[in-house]
C-alpha cells in the first residue's frame, strides 16, 4: 500500500505469500468492524478469521459508518482510520484511529508504503532505504507471534503488555494483561493490580516454572538484554508451521498450533493450566469448578440467592461480571447463611479477617453483628491443635470462590436475606414460624407471612442505622423518620428544581447526605423500588452514586452522598462567588462528564439517557471532580418526567430542538445538552441572556460566528475572568467539539464515547458549520418568557 491509498469496504492487504491477510472483520456475531490481522489461507480453510491483530479496538466502527469508511496511508507515513464527518456534507472525513507515526524530514522525499510481512507484521516503512516509520509488532494487542518482542523499557520503567479482548465478539481491552517484569520473568495480571500467574526467572535456557519451553523442538526461546531494556521472543523451526501464542479473555496465556489431520486449532500450551486458577474469572459471589461436584451448565455458577449479573454475558462465556444478589440485604440478626462445601477458602479475595473463637455459633454470631460481613467459614488448622480453631470473616465482594473436588477443602457460608435459604441448610427462623403459625387461622398466616416478607425485604430495624460501609450496589431502604431526623426536619434546603427540593442531612456515623424530596410520583412502591435498585447499581467515578431511598406512602425521596463543593453552576455562573475555576480544572471537568455520560450511554446493560443535562445537575466533590446527578430520573419517572421536564423555567435552554417535535428521545439529546454546558464551561456565562435593550443574545451562535465566520482568536471567547489564561489547543478542541454537539440533526452529532476520545486527544476534530437554526430560535418571542435572567 503507497501514501495516499486506502482500503474500503471488502478490499484487503495480503502478504507476499498470502499467509496473512489485513482488512475490515466483524467478530462473531457483532455488527460493529474493525481493521485486523488474520491468517488468510487458514480462514479460507475453516471459513472463519483467527484475528491476531486489531487496530481500533476499542473505536468500532457501526455498520451505519462502515460504507464510506477507509483504512488509508498519509502521505507523512501515518496510517489512519477515517469515517464520515459529521458536516452536512460527505466531503471530509474524521480519524477514529491513527498510528500517530510521522516520517523524519530525510526520509520525506523519499515515498512510504505500508507492507504486511509473512511474519504477521504490519509494517510502515520508506522505499527508499527501507527505514521503519512503525510497526504492528511494537503495538500487540492480545497476540504475540514468532519473531515479536515482549519488552521491558529500562528508561521509562514500562513494559510492552498483550492485552486480552473483552469477549469473543468484543476485541475491546478486557481485565487480563500480560507483562514483562523487571526481574526478566513474564506475569499474567487481573484488572492491573493482582498477579496470579508468575513464569519465573529466565534461567538461560527457559523461563524456570515453564521448563517444557526447552523440550518443544519446533520454538526456540530467546531473552536479549541491553543498555535500554530486556525482551523475550520466539521464532519456529519450521516456517511451514502456523503457531502462536495469545492471551485468551478467559485470562489464560494459551499456545495454539494448527493441525492439518483435523483443520483446526489446537491448544498445546495454557498457563494457568486450570481456568479456575485465573483470578476472579468468574466475578463476585460466584463459584468457579472444574469439577462435576453438582450439575452446572458451565464452569461459573452464582452461589445460592445470586443470578448472573450479565446474563448476555456469559452466554458468551464471559463470566467476569459476577453475580448479584437476588433480593436486596437489608441487614437482620435473623439473615440466613448458605453452606457451599468443598473451598479453597485461602484462594477468596478480599482477605479474610481472622478471629479466635469458642466454636461456630460465635463465629456465625459476628458475622450477624456486622452488615458488611458477606460470608463466614469456621476451620481447624491443620495441625490439629483445637487452640489454632479459627473464624474467617469475609466482607464486601467475595472473588475467586475455587471449589476443589469432593471430600476437600473447607465449607464457607454465604450471608442471604432472611427468606432466602436456597440451599435448605438454614432453616430454623423459617421453622420457628411456621409453628407459631400453625396457632393461627388460615388468614393470620397468610397475613403474618405477608409482613414478615415486606418488613424483611424494605424496612430496616427501628434500632439499625445505615452504615458507612454498607455495600452502595445494594440500596438502603431508608424510613421516613429516620430522614426526617437525619435532615432536622428538612430544614437545611439546598436547591429545587422541577423534581422537588434537596435538603442536607447527616446519618448517625457522621456521612453527610443530600435527601432529594421527589413530588408529584404517582408509581406504587414495588414499581419504585424496581425503578431505583436499577438506578443503584450503577457506578462510576463521574457518576453521583446513590446510597438509598424512602418510599412510603406518597413520600418517596432519593438518598445521595454530599458533594462538598455543590453544583458546577456555583461555580461558573455566579459572579459573586469567591472562587473561579481556571481553565485546567474546567477542562477536567468537562472531560469527566464526558465519561460519566458515555458510561450510560454505551457501558450500561440498557442505555441510559439522562434528559436534562446541565450544570446544576453536575456536582463537584472535594477535589472539583465532576459528577453527573439525577440519572435515571427519566426511567424512574417515566412520562412524567417530560411534563415536568418542559414546563420547567430555564432546562429547556439545554433542551435538543427534536424535543418539541415530539421524535423518540435518543442519547443524541444528552450530546447536545453537553454541548450547551460545555459551552457555559467556555464562557463562564449562561448560553442566553437578555440585554437592557430586550434583546436576547445567544452565545453558541455569538462564538462561532466570531471564531469560524470572522476568524477570531479561539481565545477571544474565553470567560473574562480567566485573563486569557487557557492552553489554546484544548480550548479549541471543547470549542468545536460544544458546535458538533449542538448541530441541529442529530445524526450529525458525535457520540458522547467519540466526545471523550477527542478531548483526552486521541481523536481529531474538524473545524463546525454554523447552525443557522439557532439564531431563528433566539429571535422567537417565546424564547424570551424561557430563558430572560
Not at 456534507?89 to 474524521?94: A, W
Request: proline fraction near 4%.
Amino acid at each position: 500500500m503507497l501514501a495516499g491509498q486506502s482500503l474500503t469496504g471488502n478490499q484487503t492487504l495480503v502478504s507476499k505469500d498470502g499467509k496473512f491477510e489485513l482488512g475490515f472483520f466483524t467478530p462473531g456475531n457483532s455488527q460493529s468492524y474493525y481493521i485486523g490481522i488474520w491468517f488468510k489461507k487458514l480462514a479460507d480453510i475453516q471459513k472463519k478469521k483467527t484475528i491476531v491483530w486489531v487496530a481500533n479496538r476499542n473505536s468500532p466502527i457501526t455498520p451505519t459508518d462502515f460504507p464510506s469508511s477507509e483504512f488509508k496511508l498519509l502521505e507523512d507515513g501515518g496510517l489512519v482510520l477515517l469515517m464520515k464527518s459529521y458536516k452536512s456534507n460527505n466531503s471530509s472525513k474524521i480519524p477514529v484511529w491513527s498510528t500517530n507515526s510521522t516520517t523524519s524530514k530525510t526520509m520525506s522525499d523519499s515515498s512510504i508504503k505500508a507492507v504486511l510481512g509473512e511474519d504477521g507484521n504490519l509494517v510502515i516503512k520508506s522505499s527508499a532505504n527501507e527505514n521503519i516509520v512503525w510497526q504492528s509488532f511494537e503495538h500487540p494487542t492480545n497476540a504475540y507471534l514468532p519473531g515479536a518482542k515482549i519488552r521491558y523499557n529500562n528508561l521509562t520503567k514500562k513494559s510492552q503488555k498483550l492485552t486480552s479482548w473483552r469477549n469473543a465478539e468484543d476485541p475491546s481491552e478486557g481485565i487480563y494483561s500480560v507483562e514483562f517484569q523487571l526481574d526478566n520473568s513474564i506475569s499474567v495480571i487481573w484488572n492491573q493490580s493482582r498477579k496470579y500467574y508468575f513464569s519465573g526467572v529466565w534461567n538461560g535456557h527457559y523461563l524456570s516454572n515453564m521448563p517444557e519451553m526447552e523440550y518443544d523442538g519446533r520454538i526456540i526461546f530467546n531473552f536479549t538484554s541491553y543498555k535500554n531494556g530486556s525482551y523475550f521472543t520466539y521464532f519456529l523451526t519450521n516456517n511451514s508451521l502456523h503457531l502462536f501464542s495469545f492471551l485468551d479473555f478467559s485470562g489464560q496465556m494459551k499456545t495454539i498450533i494448527w493441525q492439518s489431520e483435523s483443520q483446526d486449532w489446537t491448544v498445546i500450551s495454557s498457563k494457568p493450566t486450570e481456568r479456575c486458577q485465573v483470578f476472579a474469572v468468574c466475578g463476585a459471589f460466584s463459584i468457579c469448578s472444574e469439577y462435576n461436584i453438582v450439575p452446572r451448565p458451565s464452569m461459573c455458577q452464582c452461589v445460592p440467592g445470586f443470578e448472573q449479573r450479565h446474563p448476555n454475558d456469559w452466554d458468551l462465556l464471559d463470566y467476569s461480571g459476577g453475580c448479584v444478589r437476588k433480593t436486596t440485604m437489608h441487614c437482620s440478626d435473623n439473615d440466613m447463611f448458605s453452606q457451599i462445601p468443598n473451598i479453597e477458602l485461602s484462594q477468596i479475595s478480599p482477605s479474610a479477617v481472622a478471629l479466635v473463637v469458642d466454636n461456630v455459633e460465635t463465629c456465625k454470631r459476628t458475622c450477624l453483628q456486622n452488615c458488611s460481613c458477606s460470608a463466614y467459614a469456621y476451620y481447624t488448622n491443620s495441625s490439629g491443635v483445637s487452640t489454632n480453631t479459627r473464624c474467617l470473616l469475609w466482607y464486601g465482594d467475595l472473588l475467586n470462590i475455587e471449589q476443589i473436588g469432593d471430600d476437600k477443602g473447607d465449607e464457607i457460608f454465604i450471608r442471604l436475606v432472611a427468606s432466602e435459604d436456597h440451599m435448605g441448610s438454614r432453616m430454623k427462623t423459617s421453622l420457628i414460624w411456621i409453628i407459631v403459625g400453625a396457632a393461627f387461622s388460615g388468614i393470620t398466616i397468610i397475613v403474618a407471612i405477608t409482613f414478615l416478607f415486606l418488613r424483611k425485604q424494605w424496612i430496616r430495624t427501628p434500632t439499625q442505622a445505615p452504615e458507612q460501609g454498607d455495600s452502595y450496589a445494594f440500596l438502603t431502604a431508608f424510613r421516613y423518620k429516620d430522614l426526617k431526623i437525619a435532615t432536622k426536619n428538612f430544614s437545611n434546603k439546598l436547591g429545587s428544581g422541577g423534581f422537588g427540593s434537596v435538603f442536607k442531612g447527616t446519618l448517625p456515623d457522621s456521612t453527610a447526605i443530600a435527601v432529594k424530596k421527589l413530588e408529584g410520583i404517582s408509581q406504587d412502591q414495588k414499581q419504585f423500588r424496581n425503578e431505583v435498585s436499577t438506578i443503584g447499581i450503577i457506578q462510576h467515578v463521574n457518576l453521583v452514586r446513590l446510597r438509598g431511598f424512602c418510599s412510603e406512602g406518597r413520600k418517596k425521596m432519593l438518598v445521595y452522598d454530599l458533594m462538598p463543593n455543590g453544583s458546577l453552576d456555583k461555580h461558573l455562573l455566579h459572579q459573586n462567588h469567591s472562587r473561579v475555576l481556571n481553565w485546567r480544572q474546567r477542562y477536567i471537568i468537562a472531560i469527566g462528564i464526558a465519561r460519566g455520560l458515555a458510561y450510560l450511554h454505551e457501558k450500561c446493560r440498557d442505555c441510559i439517557i439522562h434528559c436534562d443535562i446541565k450544570p446544576e445537575n453536575i456536582l463537584l466533590d472535594a477535589d472539583f471532580s465532576p459528577k453527573v446527578a439525577d440519572f435515571g430520573l427519566a426511567k424512574l419517572l417515566g412520562h412524567e418526567f417530560s411534563r415536568v421536564l418542559t414546563t420547567m423555567r430555564g432546562t429547556v435552554g439545554y433542551l435538543a430542538p427534536e424535543w418539541t417535535s415530539g421524535v423518540a428521545i435518543t442519547a443524541k439529546d444528552d450530546v447536545y445538552s453537553y454541548g450547551m454546558v460545555l459551552f457555559e464551561i467556555i464562557s463562564g456565562r449562561r448560553n442566553l441572556k437578555q440585554s437592557n435593550d430586550g434583546k436576547v443574545r445567544f452565545y453558541p451562535t455569538w462564538a462561532a460566528r466570531k471564531v469560524i465566520s470572522e476568524g477570531q482568536p479561539v481565545l477571544s471567547i474565553l470567560d473574562n475572568n480567566l485573563e486569557g489564561m487557557a492552553n489554546i489547543e484544548e480550548l479549541t478542541r471543547a470549542f468545536r467539539v460544544a458546535c458538533w454537539c449542538i448541530q441541529e440533526e442529530e445524526n450529525q452529532r458525535p457520540s458522547m464515547g467519540q466526545v471523550v476520545h477527542i478531548l483526552e486527544g486521541h481523536l481529531e476534530v474538524n473545524p463546525p458549520p454554523i447552525q443557522m437554526h439557532l439564531q431563528a430560535m433566539v429571535e422567537a418571542e417565546e424564547t424570551l418568557d424561557f430563558f430572560s435572567e
